[in-house]
């Protein structure tokens, strides 16, 4: 019954920002850390960052270190991704993960000119 619902995606220049954000339902958010992946077409799905449960220990893949946060606020089940000095190959759609196996449907993010 775990859900979960990305928002935030769209179009945004190359060195611009956007906030991403993942609603979660039907578990305890507060028990589990939390992922964000990305995927361009042809690619693979690559992970991007984790959080834990108390959102203390956060985590991020190389190439996005040093320009994206993760957060997330436990009180309204809620992950954010914080989208910093975006670069063309940021462009994919970002989905939200728990436990491995529960996606939500991705959102879109298109940084061009």
């Known amino acids: 019954q775990a859900h979960l619902v990305e928002s935030g995606g769209g179009l945004v220049q190359p060195g611009g920002s956007s906030r991403l954000s993942c609603v979660a339902s039907?578990?305890?958010?507060?028990?589990?850390?939390m992922r964000w992946y990305r995927q361009s077409p042809g690619k693979e799905r690559e992970w991007v960052a984790r959080?834990?449960?108390?959102?203390?220990?956060?985590d991020y893949a190389d190439s996005v270190k040093g320009r994206f946060i993760i957060t997330r606020d436990n009180r309204k089940n809620t992950v954010y991704l914080q989208l910093n000095d975006l670069k063309l190959e940021d462009t994919a759609v970002y989905y939200c993960?728990?436990?491995?196996?529960?996606w939500g449907q991705g959102t879109q993010v298109i940084v061009s000119s």
């Open positions: 959080i834990s449960t108390t959102g203390h220990r956060r």
């Open positions: 039907g578990f305890i958010f507060s028990a589990f850390e």
């Open positions: 993960n728990v436990r491995g196996d529960v």
